[in-house]
Structures are given as C-alpha cells and as structure tokens.
C-alpha cells in the first residue's frame, strides 16, 4: 500500500495537549516517522518508532502505534505557539531502497 | 555538524526553460534523495542514490527530469524544460543507513516556479 492518510488541520489552545493522527497502509513498514515543517524551512525529524514498539516517549511527545488498526499518532503536551507548524507522518519501505511514504500533512495552529 | 545544503533557495523560470538544483549532503551519509513537494501535498520521492549509483527512480519523470550524484557526494536534479505543474519545492535529503534508524535529514529545499 502505498496511501498514508491524515486530517488537514487541528487547533488546539495553548497549554493544551494535541494529538495528530495518522493512518497508513503498508503492514511490513518498519519505521514509522514523525516530521515537522515550518514556513519556509525543510522537514525536522521529530520522533520514530520501531513497528515492533506500540509506544514511545520523547520529553513532551507521545507516539503510539496501533500496528491492527494501522494508526499511528503523536501527542504534544502543553502544547506552545512555537509548536504551530505542519506534521507528516511518514512510513519506511525496505523493499529496492529505504523508501520514505509521507502524508499529506496536518497543519497545527496553536492559540495564546 | 553541518546540515544537507542546497542552492539555489528560489528560482523562477519560463515554461520550457531548463534549470538545475545543486545538494550538498551531510558528510558521511552515503545515501541521498530528492523529494518533490507540491504544495498543500507531502513529499514525493523523486529518486535515490546509494552512493552514486541509483537505488530507485522510479517515480522521476524521465523525459524531462535527470539526476547525478557524481563522485558519490554532491547531487544536482535537473528539469529540461519544465513546465508549469513542476511548481514545488525540491527537497534534497541524506541518510546514514548503518546505524538501523534510516533517519533522513532534509535540506531548505529549492522553491520553483515556473510561470
């Protein structure tokens, strides 16, 4: 499979926790990615998770894997106005090469 | 440690005229790839280098699209001649692929427009 879906946009307060939700399709995927974009700048990686793990913490982010359902999602907590930006979920394909499949992306507004 | 370069950051060009994008991967990454970002749209892999050789092209656009990555470092993706839907950004990326993780890290990019 090859379509990673996720939902447009999300608003959230600040202070408040997000949470980013993704759905993929390939079970054989082995690495599942979390990447930030903001305005104008290349992608940071943010987190990934092993598809053998079904969670995994990193300071104020939360992945969790649902490997039955195929959804993956990223929780921030107290959530910051820095933190206002464009997600991708991304899987990894080791077929020929190391093929990255992102999502089309959910922009994250944040409001003082 | 210096991250993945890439010039120019913009460019504006004419349908039907020719450009190039030059990548400067993060030293030691042996793998590298070009993405196309159309906007509002996540990144598409354009193609990927081990080195330089091609591990997999398949979605480049071969009529039009070439790339290189002479001498295993340095890439350049070239449009010849581009037309208006290549409007996008152009995402180098490199890999380090020995440590498990196969973590990409992404340049700026290149924004283009082609009018």
């Known amino acids: 499979g090859e379509d990673v879906e996720q939902s447009l946009f999300l608003s959230v307060r600040e202070g408040d926790s997000s949470v980013i939700n993704c759905t993929y399709t390939d079970s054989s995927s082995t690495y599942l990615y979390w990447y930030k974009q903001e305005p104008g700048a290349g992608l940071q990686l943010l987190t990934y998770i092993f598809s053998n793990m079904d969670m995994k913490q990193d300071q104020r982010l939360t992945v969790l894997l649902n490997k039955k359902d195929k959804h993956l999602s990223l929780r921030i907590a107290d959530t910051q106005t820095g933190d206002s930006a464009i997600y991708f979920c991304?899987?990894?394909?080791?077929?020929?090469?190391?093929?990255?499949?992102f999502g089309g992306g959910t922009r994250l507004m944040v409001k003082p | 440690e210096a991250g993945v370069a890439q010039s120019p950051r913009y460019k504006i060009i004419e349908k039907r005229q020719s450009v190039a994008f030059w990548c400067n991967p993060i030293s030691g990454h042996a793998t590298l790839y070009w993405y196309q970002q159309i906007l509002g749209q996540g990144p598409k892999l354009l193609i990927q280098f081990q080195n330089n050789g091609v591990v997999d092209d398949s979605q480049l656009p071969k009529d039009r699209f070439s790339a290189e990555r002479l001498k295993g470092v340095d890439s350049t993706l070239k449009i010849q001649p581009a037309k208006l839907e290549d409007s996008a950004v152009y995402l180098c990326?490199?890999?380090?692929?020995?440590?498990?993780?196969?973590?990409?890290?992404f340049g700026p990019g290149t924004r283009l427009t082609v009018t």
């Open positions: 991304a899987e990894l394909w080791n077929n020929a090469g190391n093929m990255l499949t």
């Open positions: 990326a490199s890999s380090l692929d020995t440590d498990g993780s196969y973590e990409q890290y």
